[in-house]
């Protein structure tokens, strides 16, 4: 059975960081990443990684978040830096198995002073 467990959510101020984390268990991964969705909004990808080390980042976030993956543990992060109140959503890790993609419960993210 697949899973995905996230943490390193909260509350932090503008300006702050943020470090996100997503192990992943239960089969073979390929591409990693970390979508968001804000209350009203789409859930729109924030980042991605794939086995390879090779990156994108939705132009919103390039140059403040950072995404990195550690093989051996399946395991994803999520560095955000200078955070932005429209930065806070709840924040999905996903995961690509051969047949489909997954994604964790979510870890809510929330900038404000």
């Known amino acids: 059975q697949v899973q995905l467990v996230e943490s390193g959510g909260g509350l932090v101020q503008p300006g702050g960081s943020l470090r996100l984390s997503c192990t992943a268990s239960g089969d073979s991964f390929y591409g990693m990443g970390w979508d968001r969705q804000a209350p009203g909004k789409q859930r729109e990808l924030v980042a991605a990684?794939?086995?390879?080390?090779?990156?994108s980042y939705a132009n919103s976030v390039k140059g403040r978040f950072t995404i990195s993956r550690d093989n051996a543990k399946n395991t994803v992060y999520l560095q955000m830096n200078s955070l932005k109140p429209e930065d806070t959503a709840v924040y999905f890790c996903?995961?690509?198995?051969?047949?489909?993609?997954?994604w964790g419960q979510g870890t809510q993210v929330t900038v404000s002073s």
């Open positions: 990684i794939t086995s390879g080390g090779s990156t």
């Open positions: 996903n995961a690509d198995a051969a047949f489909r993609r997954h």
